[in-house]
């Protein structure tokens, strides 16, 4: 698998949610389910400030018993955001997926973020990626491949 998460942003597009640190986990809710997402990313102005997951109010907020109308995202977010660049391979993308226990990767280009990748995103294409391979190696096989 070599392809680059460049390809999977040109397929999926750079559109990129997000929430600021003051809102309430309600209106952050809302934004994910309105976009169907699972995560929104915090910006302060331009700047990533951490990221928000179904995770994370999940744990922080659900089972913490807190009130989802009066939390703030910058109480539940993640500060340290694991980011990674376009021209990075999917392999690599899906080992800091695996080692730093994240389900989404924003994507930044000289420190503005230009799309965002999740585990799902990335196990897609690397099935995709399996499957065309697989493909290719029945059609040798078979004696079905082109010269």
Not at 2 to 24: M, N
Not at 106 to 112: H, L, Q, T
Not at 125 to 141: C, G, P
């Given at each position: ?24 986990v ?47 995202i910058s ?73």
């Open positions: 698998m070599h392809a680059k998460l460049r390809a999977i942003l040109e397929e999926k597009g750079y559109q990129v949610h997000s929430v600021a640190p003051t809102a309430t309600v209106e952050a809710v809302d934004l994910m389910n309105n976009a169907g997402v699972g995560a929104l990313l915090v910006k302060d102005g331009e700047a990533v400030v951490g990221i928000v997951s179904e995770r994370d109010i999940l744990r922080r907020v659900i089972g913490a018993r807190r009130d989802p109308q009066t939390v703030l109480d539940v977010m993640t500060r340290e955001v694991a980011t990674v660049k376009p021209d990075l391979d999917l392999e690599e993308a899906m080992g800091v997926v695996t080692e730093r226990r994240v389900r989404h990767l924003p994507v930044m280009v000289d420190g503005k973020v230009v799309g965002m990748v999740s585990s799902g995103d990335l196990t897609r294409w690397a099935v995709h990626d399996r499957e065309f391979h697989i493909q290719q190696l029945v059609a040798y096989i078979t004696g079905n491949y082109p010269t």
